[in-house]
Each structure stands twice: as structure tokens, then as C-alpha cells.
């Protein structure tokens, strides 16, 4: 597949655009990646999501998708030569996306929630909503990769990438409030599958360093972690 | 299909349970179905959704699904026999599911907002939320329905389901306002879609009757239309 017939327009410190770049690395696709300035978007932008002017947004063969589950379960569907990233089994798949739904409508909200609470009960709800959002996907974790590596089993799969692409802000969290939510004691599953994760060739490349993603989250995030979200 | 095989646990107000209901009609497939009481939820309920504990909820050969959205699309996937939910071409099938989602995380919320607004610009705010996401899905409709009567074209499908479900409350929210969201004048493709959905054989027994919708809601939801969501 030609990098011309691909394009994402993202930024390096944003998790959802993180999302399409690792389903077309593990379908091998090459693809152009355009790094958009998000306090100066470019008109491409505004013209392929006139609804959200957000980010991600994939343009294939002329074509806007938008929005970061939507681009991947697209890039799926249409790229059927590498591993696939939804599970065959319906009912699997069905699994999947609940958990994915799961993590971006409530346990990504106790993520950002953690990062700039006002009061000390803020915080202490939103530690609670993320280390038991944490204990219910490890749970899962074990029911749905039977065994294996990743979510997806074998390969990194859709919801590998939706819980993945999270941990780079993880770490931050980690970081700002000198808690590990993820370690071998509490999340052993976890622990191992964000190691492999982050460690895997179509992911390595693309996480950011926590040092810088913490200097930028200082730097922008007054509100919180999830000013990008989307 | 035969019925015990398929199972739904759902109330007659909840715009979200009748989703699966309304696809289940479209395939044409049989089924039971559950009506819960909410303020005293069933075993079999808080046994199949314990992370959300909310309808709808289908049972398929002693599984349970949830999430509205990941239902209709598990029914598109499973019963393969009757018309497609979901377009065949990837490009349109994500353009589905783009508007679901603006529907479900954003347009939604507007229609919630109309009901008990607090002061004069949040009702005004949630007005203009909620017609101008009407403007933008009245023009989605020319594209999507290419002249015919459904987004889904000649039958209902994943999009005219999505929203189509929220036509009860739409009607709650315009004798609530006095004013009518959506006319032959402001959105007359809109206006056409709703009376074919309403009166659709897959519909016409789910659709509760505004009145009885309006007693319930001012009954219910002292903090506004939407305490039952998902």
C-alpha cells in the first residue's frame, strides 16, 4: 500500500491519534503522517472534520475518517492482509468493543481525573475509579487473551490499542501522584501485557517518552489530562 | 429463530432499549423480552451488566451483551439472513458510525439539556445545540439516503435506529418547549424520515405515545430527560 493513499493528521502527544498509527503498523500499511499544531490546526483539518475539528482524522484515497476507534475498526475492515485487529468470534468481538467503550467513556475519565483534582475528595474518587477500572481489566485480560500476549491474543489486537494507547498518560499520572497503578503485585496481567505493548515493533516508535509527555502536560494541561481527548 | 434463544431485558421508556428490539424486528428474528422494573432490577440483570448494571441487555444462547450501539451491530453480525444494518461499503459503514456517535456523545446531551434547564442561557444553549445538530443531520441524510427513505436506504438500519430511538423523547422535549425540533420547513428530510420510522412494521408497537412518555418523564427525571441513558 502506497504511503500516498494514507494519510494521519495527529500530534505526537495526543493517545487517541496514537490509535490509528499502531492498527496500520500492525497491517503493515505505510501511511504520511501529518504532526498538527493544535493551537493552530491546519486547514486540512477543519476541512476533513468540519464537526469536531479534531484529531485523529485518517484520509484514505481522498476521504476523511474521523473519530480514533471509528479509524481503527475502518482500517480493519479495509486492510484485510495483516493480523486482524478485531476478533473473529462475534461474540469476542462484542467483548471487545465493550471494554474499549469501557475504557474511553469511564476509566479514561478517572485518569484525567487524578491529574488536577481541586479537592482531596476529587482525588480520592478518581484514584478509586482508576485502580478499580484497572482491577476489572485485569480480570478481563485473563478471560479474553486465554493465555497470550495481548488482548488480541498472538498479535495486538483492537483493544490492545484502545487501553495501550492510554499508558503513555498513565505513566504521567503515575508519575505526578507517586502511585504505581499498574505493577506486578496488584496488576501482574497488566503489568507483563504493558511491557510487551510498549515494547512491540508497531508501538515502540510511537509512545512517547514520559519525561517529555510530562513536561508537556505541565506545560498544557491546566484542566487536566484530556483537553485532546477525541 | 426461535424466541428462547434470544433474550431482552430492556424498559418501554428507554430509547436505548429499543434499539436491539427494533433491530431484532429488521432481522426479522423472534425474541423474549424482559421488562425491567429500574427501580428494583432483576438477578438476571445485575448477573449480565455487573460493570454498568443498566439495560438493554440481550441474551444470546446464555451470553450477555451490552451497550446499546454494540448490540445492533452484534445482531447485524449474527444474523446475516435479513437486510444489512450496517452499509456494506467500509467508507459509508464508518460514516454510520460517525453519526451514531455524534448522536449518542453529543447530540443527546442538547435534547437532555431542553428538559430542565437551570437558568435562561442553558436553555438557550441546549436549543441550539440540539438544532443545529438537527441542521447538520438533515444534511447527512441527503448524502447518506441517496433519495431514499432511510439513512439506511430502502430499510431502517444502524443510523436510522440510533436516532430514530430518541424520537419519543424529542417529542417530550418539543410539547415541554412549545416548539416543534423538527418541521416540514427547517428539516423536511428529517421531518419525512420520522413519520417513515415511526410508522415502520420494525417500529410502530415500540414507540411510546408522547403522552404517556411526558407522565413518565415529569415523573422521573427531576434532573432531566436522560437518567436512563445506555
Chains 1, 2 share one sequence.
Not at 156 to 162: E, N, P, R, S, V
Not at 163 to 174: C, D, I, K, M, W
Request: net charge negative; charged share 25%; hydrophobic share 40%.
Amino acid at each position: 500500500m502506497a504511503a500516498s493513499d494514507v494519510k494521519i493528521l495527529g500530534a505526537w502527544t495526543s493517545p487517541v491519534a496514537m490509535r490509528p498509527r499502531i492498527a496500520l503498523n500492525v497491517k503493515n500499511v505505510d501511511y504520511e503522517f501529518q504532526e498538527e499544531n493544535l493551537d493552530s490546526k491546519s486547514e486540512l483539518l477543519f476541512k476533513s472534520n468540519p464537526v469536531y475539528k479534531k484529531i485523529p482524522i485518517m484520509i484514505h484515497n481522498d476521504k476523511p475518517i474521523c473519530e480514533s476507534l471509528i479509524i481503527v475498526q475502518y482500517i480493519d475492515e479495509v486492510f484485510t492482509s495483516g493480523p486482524s485487529l478485531l476478533p473473529s468470534d462475534l461474540y469476542e468481538r462484542a467483548t471487545a468493543r465493550f471494554w474499549a467503550t469501557y475504557i474511553d467513556d469511564k476509566w479514561f475519565s478517572a485518569l484525567f481525573g487524578t491529574a488536577n483534582p481541586k479537592t482531596d475528595q476529587e482525588k480520592a474518587t478518581a484514584i478509586e475509579g482508576l485502580t478499580s477500572g484497572l482491577a476489572l481489566l485485569e480480570e478481563a485480560f485473563e478471560k479474553i487473551s486465554k493465555g497470550k500476549g495481548f488482548f488480541g491474543g498472538e498479535t495486538i489486537g483492537y483493544l490492545d490499542i484502545t487501553l495501550g494507547s492510554f499508558l503513555g498518560f498513565l505513566r504521567v499520572a503515575e508519575t505526578l501522584s507517586g502511585m504505581n497503578y499498574i505493577d506486578e503485585t496488584k496488576t501482574p496481567n497488566l503489568h507483563g501485557w504493558a511491557k510487551r505493548f510498549c515494547s512491540d515493533p508497531s508501538v515502540k516508535d510511537l509512545m512517547p517518552e514520559t519525561k517529555k509527555l510530562l513536561e508537556f502536560a505541565k506545560m498544557h494541561f491546566s484542566g487536566g489530562l484530556g483537553a485532546q481527548r477525541k
